[in-house]
């Protein structure tokens, strides 16, 4: 009986702690796709953001996945008050685990308005640009003007894209 319970608690904390932290992905995931496009933009102001040079940030993008993850690290740092390094440490020994761990091994507590931040991919930063670059994401073109075939991958990014923009809507309108 004990077994069963403590299966069904693992297995509740692992169904909502992925669903949860899928916000913070598709956060992730965009960012990722505006650096491809406007990387020297992406990189100049997320530096100024968080006071580093050009060459700490390469250094820094040079130690994690995606320049989305180095945002993110970057933002964990300065919520847990912890140096950069320590958070990149982290993300590189628990990177599959997701950011939710590595938020708690870095100070951050679950249910903390960091984590809740976290949790719902509400980073405090895009850059200033990025809904005029990612406009194009919804209604891809090709140079003519024609409608392109987007790939399998290109159309998951796009619909989680419209789900979260959904979910921003309720929750404005919720609060009127």
């Known amino acids: 009986m004990f077994m069963r319970r403590f299966l069904v608690a693992v297995l509740l904390v692992v169904v909502t702690s992925g669903s949860a932290l899928a916000e913070v992905d598709l956060y992730v995931s965009d960012l990722n796709i505006y650096a491809s496009r406007q990387f020297d933009n992406f990189r ?3 530096s100024y953001r968080y006071g580093i040079s050009r060459t700490r940030f390469d250094t820094l993008l040079g130690r994690v996945d995606s320049p989305g993850d180095l945002a993110v690290s970057l933002w964990l740092g300065l919520k847990a008050e912890k140096p950069v390094d320590d958070v990149i440490r982290q993300y590189r020994l628990r990177r599959g685990q997701g950011w939710g761990v590595i938020a708690k091994k870095v100070g951050i507590q679950p249910g903390s308005p960091a984590f809740k ?3 719902k991919g509400e980073i ?3 850059p200033k640009n990025f809904d005029e670059v990612m406009k194009d994401l919804k209604k891809p073109k090709g140079a003519s003007g024609e ?10 990014i796009r619909e989680a894209h419209e ?3 959904k979910k921003r809507q309720e929750r404005a309108n919720k609060m009127k």
């Not at 409608?147 to 998951?156: F, G, H, M, N, S």
Request: zero cysteines.
């Open 124 to 126: 405090d930063w895009l």
């Open 163 to 165: 789900r979260k923009e």
């Open 44 to 46: 100049a102001e997320l």
């Open 147 to 156: 409608a392109v075939v987007e790939t399998e991958r290109e159309r998951k």
């Open 117 to 119: 931040k976290l949790k």
